[in-house]
């Protein structure tokens, strides 16, 4: 039995390990909360693209764990659906390693936080309701 303490072979966590853990964290947010999220759909990328960062304002791409990109629910009405893009939430591996790596979080944890803040976005939930969510998360359900 290899000892689970030693680092001794171990890798950083790969865009499929990543994925997984998203797909895991998303199957553990209340049934009620992913219910609503419709057709939302989950991409990991190293980094955000320059172009996403230029529209930021963001100078180091290591400034973004997370995006939602496309009509938050709180503005469908407002658009037509016509020519509209899927809804994406963009978790970026290599800056949710580095927040990882200076903080005291679980990686799963983290990953949960920004999934549920991004989703968050696209049902225009205050902060406090996205803590609610997480921590009925973190309950089981």
Known sequence: MADETSWTGRKAPTLEDFERLAGVAFAALPDDFRRL???IQMRIAE???DDV???LGLESPFDL???????GLAHAADIPETGQMPNMIWLYRRP???YWSEHDETLDGLIRHV???????HFGLSDDDMEAIEARAEAGG
Do not use: K, R, S
């Open 37 to 39: 999220t419709g057709d």
């Open 65 to 71: 764990l997370g995006l939602f990109q496309g009509v």
């Open 115 to 121: 999934l549920v803040h991004e989703i968050g976005h």
């Open 53 to 55: 960062l230029a529209d």
């Open 47 to 49: 980094f955000p693209e």
């Open 96 to 98: 949710i390693l580095d």
